[in-house]
């Protein structure tokens, strides 16, 4: 099935650790995104990316750092410079065939404990 | 500076009824508008778009209506069933600029049988 996979579903962070939330998509999309939600806060954009080897900073990308060395894959590190990490991250990707609508994957839950 | 606001945080509507979720945006360069729909410790699935050369664009239940001189979105949902319950998202982009989709904070509706 074409889609977006993130991994892993839950993970659970000591203070001080890095972590990295995987994801992959296989819809032969350029584009793709990360995004951060919080309650009430909707959905804030850390990073993108609109080719292989190429990444821009969003609006919340602090403590945060990205890599595109494939088309499929989006992996983002949450560092331990994050001051808040603990949020629901979602990953999306846009391709020439979607037009102007982007699909997300299922997110990944990130604790601090 | 909000780009795209949802006003209300929360919507409760009667099971049949109509719902509708407004939007509002500050950028006048928008030319394309999207809305999504999330359940809970889920990634959003898209719903129904609009671009800035149409008001209106209908897709069964929902219809999504722009009013561009006011910076004005809204979608309608009639009618309204249990499983429309979520959190919507309005978002917005500038095609021309290939930037990412901005999002408002989003509404929830619930919808009471």
């Known amino acids: 099935d074409g889609g977006i996979t993130q991994s892993p579903k839950y993970l659970f962070r000591k203070e001080g650790q890095n972590v990295t939330l995987s994801c992959e998509q296989n819809?032969?999309?350029?584009?793709m995104y990360w995004y951060r939600q919080d309650p009430g806060q909707g959905l804030r954009l850390i990073y993108y990316s609109q080719i292989v080897n190429d990444f821009q900073k969003g609006d919340i990308a602090e403590g945060y750092s990205v890599s595109r060395e494939k088309k499929e894959s989006f992996p983002l590190t949450v560092t331990s410079a994050q001051k808040n990490p603990t949020a629901f991250y979602l990953c999306a990707s846009r391709g020439v065939a979607s037009g102007n609508t982007i699909y997300f994957g299922e997110g990944s839950w990130l604790t601090v404990v | 500076d909000q780009q795209v606001k949802q006003n209300s945080p929360s919507l409760s509507v009667q099971e049949g009824r109509i719902s509708i979720l407004n939007c509002d945006y500050t950028n006048s360069m928008f030319d394309y508008f999207l809305w999504y729909k999330k359940y809970p410790a889920e990634g959003p699935t898209f719903l129904i778009s609009i671009s800035s050369i149409k008001d209106k664009n209908e897709d069964g239940r929902f219809t999504v209506f722009l009013n561009k001189s006011a910076k004005h979105l809204s979608l309608h949902i009639v009618p309204s069933q249990p499983g429309d319950s979520a959190v919507y998202f309005c978002a917005a982009r500038i095609r021309s600029g290939n930037t990412p989709l901005v999002f408002g904070k989003g509404t929830r509706l619930s919808v009471i049988a």
């Open positions: 819809l032969n999309h350029d584009a």
